[in-house]
């Protein structure tokens, strides 16, 4: 016997993300396609809240 809510769950709809910025790994920053920091632009920090990368954890075991 299922479980009822697997008889009725239905998943959500996953668009792709579309990231407007790139990472940099000669000036080790994210940059937009223009060549700016994605930092400096307050619209890319309102839509995706952060510009983190992930270039900290592949270089220093202790993070």
């Known amino acids: ?3 009822f809510a697997l008889n009725h769950a239905v998943p959500a709809d996953q668009s792709p993300a579309v990231i407007p910025y790139s990472y ?3 000036l080790q920053l994210n940059v937009l396609p223009d060549g700016r920091p994605a930092i ?3 619209g ?3 839509e ?3 510009t983190t ?3 900290g ?3 220093h075991f202790d993070d």
């Open 48 to 50: 995706c809240g952060t």
């Open 24 to 26: 940099n790994a000669a």
């Open 40 to 42: 400096s632009d307050r």
């Open 44 to 46: 890319v920090l309102l």
């Open 53 to 55: 990368s992930t270039a």
């Open 57 to 59: 954890s592949k270089t």
């Open 1 to 3: 016997m299922k479980p």
